[in-house]
């Protein structure tokens, strides 16, 4: 697939918090546009570290990072919201807004990007029946369960129809057939067109699921245990 | 503000609560230096247009001179006096007169009437004739002893400095009230931004443009700026009809009347909207450079 064609390129990233230690060390690799990606590794790995560099949180330390053909070291400051609206991100700790309720909180991307009053009404409750969340549009999140809440912040995500999905720990907090639903939902997206990232711990989602998958150690892509097949390294 | 709904809670922070009521005091601190200044402006207006064109001859009496012979004296000066070219009038005093002036101070008594008061010729010149008062003074001196001619202009130029020094100061005031208040709310709004951090860069992060987070901001405090721009508005309203009703209730004569005009209450009603402004273009600058150090 031609360079051009891919969402994510990292070449040689190295990043550090502040002035502490480098928790990611050369990473190098590309996201091809409608790939579908697991990003695996034990805890403290540097998984939601990666995320963040790409939905720019973050600035490498070092090395290049490439979104949708934009070198986003130089990129004009200006054209930064519009890489961002391009990229739904499912927030490890969900980041709802307390003060506003479900409907509210999922319409935020589209009434940050413009939309209609139209718009929102009839696409926010239709996502959030989607996740199963029909008689949770008016409760705010300190009154959801976590899995009801994780399913509002997927909800939030993806309701702009992103061209990148950064989800950080998804299912986590739901069942075994909630997981399911929310991961066939990804993929759903991911079918027309959107490029994904689903970090996990799961063995069993990533085992149920073939896809691709980059594999974190100590800040560092390396091969899978057991010496599996690694996809998208550059 | 306008086509967009509040997504922060900003009415519910402390700053919230207290920061219309110091911006009310800041108002209320600003608006009586600003009335201050303004009345200043009326007086001194009014001083100038009240002597201008109007000059005072003194004729001291000499000792042991006769009133006959200081009658006769007055009468040569007001005849010199009236002689002159540009002099449109000129007019003695009655003795009467100045011993009204000394009567504050000295009381109405059989005493005044023995002192030698120095006897006033009240002269109006023609509207806009050049006069050299000091050589006509000096021309009138030599031909009539113990007479002194006075220009107002002098005295007057000096109350007008006075007057204009007062006023710059109370212009200080009011400058370094509005520091404050930027201050202010630069810090309510820095607190703001603290309070709501996280939700700030929920927004930033999934695409909220600077400006949009910022109308946040600069909508809320222009409100809270308002609020308190009226509140210090009603304050110093409330002050000088005190002062306003204080001030008549003094003789006559001792204080230059003392009240505002229209376009004066309307510079301190604009005091109320400025703050108002103020405090919203604060909080946005503030809210700018905040974002700005965001990745
Ligand atoms: N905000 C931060 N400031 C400083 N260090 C951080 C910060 N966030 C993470 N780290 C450090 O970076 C390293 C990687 O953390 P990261 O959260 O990316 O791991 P992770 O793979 O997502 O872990 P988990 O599976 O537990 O979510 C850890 O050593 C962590 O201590
Ligand atoms: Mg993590």
Do not use: C
Request: no cysteine; hydrophobic share 50%; charged share 20%.
């Amino acid at each position: 697939m031609a360079e051009d064609q891919d969402v994510v390129r990292f070449q040689n990233v190295g990043m550090r918090y502040g002035l502490g230690p480098e928790v990611l060390h050369d990473i190098s690799f590309r996201l091809p546009k409608g790939s579908f990606h697991f990003l695996t590794g034990p805890s403290g790995a540097g998984k939601s570290s990666l995320l963040r560099l790409m939905y720019l949180a973050q600035r490498p330390s070092r090395g290049l990072v490439t979104l949708f053909g934009n070198d986003i070291a130089t990129a004009r400051r200006g054209a930064l919201p519009d890489i961002r609206r391009r990229i739904g991100v499912v927030f490890q700790d969900f980041r709802l807004i307390d003060t506003m309720t479900a409907m509210e909180n999922v319409a935020m991307p589209l009434r940050i990007a413009g939309a209609s009053e139209a718009q929102v009404k009839e696409h926010v409750p239709e996502l959030l029946r989607w996740v199963g969340l029909e008689d949770q549009i008016d409760a705010r999140p300190p009154t959801l369960s976590g899995g009801q809440k994780q399913r509002v912040a997927i909800a939030r995500a993806v309701i702009a129809r992103p061209a990148l999905l950064l989800a950080d720990e998804p299912t986590g907090n739901v069942d075994a057939e909630i997981a399911l639903r929310l991961m066939r939902l990804l993929e759903e997206l991911n079918k027309i067109g959107t490029t994904v990232v689903v970090a996990t711990h799961s063995e069993p989602l990533v085992a149920r699921f073939k896809h691709r998958r980059l594999h974190l150690d100590a800040g560092e892509l390396t091969a899978l245990p057991g010496g599996g097949a690694q996809a998208g390294m550059a | 503000m306008i086509g967009h709904r509040a997504i922060l809670p900003l009415s519910r922070d402390p700053a919230s609560r207290f920061l219309p009521w110091l911006i009310a005091f800041m108002v209320w601190l600003a608006g009586l230096a600003l009335a201050g200044a303004m009345q200043i402006q009326t007086t001194s207006d009014a001083w100038v247009k009240g002597v201008a064109g109007r000059l005072t001859m003194q004729v001291v009496p000499a000792a042991d001179e006769s009133a006959e012979a200081l009658e006769a004296r007055i009468g040569r000066a007001l005849a010199l006096l009236r002689e002159t070219p540009g002099v449109a009038r000129a007019e003695a005093m009655p003795k009467e007169a100045a011993a009204a002036l000394l009567e504050p101070w000295l009381g109405k008594s059989a005493l005044v009437e023995e002192l030698p008061v120095p006897r006033m010729i009240d002269v109006v010149l023609e509207d806009g004739a050049p006069m050299d008062t000091r050589a006509l003074g000096a021309r009138i001196a030599a031909q009539v002893p113990g007479t002194s001619l006075e220009d107002h202009g002098l005295w007057l130029a000096n109350l007008v400095t006075l007057a204009g020094a007062i006023q710059a100061i109370a212009f200080a005031i009011v400058g370094l009230i509005a520091l404050a208040a930027v201050a202010t709310v630069v810090f309510a709004t820095k607190t703001g931004l603290a309070i709501h951090h996280e939700v700030v860069e929920l927004l930033h992060l999934i695409g909220a443009r600077d400006g949009f987070v910022a109308r946040e901001f600069q909508g809320h405090a222009f409100r809270l700026g308002l609020k308190g721009g009226v509140g210090g508005f009603v304050l110093v309203a409330a002050t000088v009809a005190v002062v306003v009703y204080l001030a008549g209730r003094v003789e006559a004569g001792l204080l230059p009347p003392i009240a505002l005009g229209l376009a004066q209450w309307a510079a301190l009603a604009g005091l109320a909207i400025a703050v108002a402004l103020i405090a919203m273009i604060t909080a946005r600058l503030t809210v700018m450079r905040a974002l700005a150090r965001m990745p």
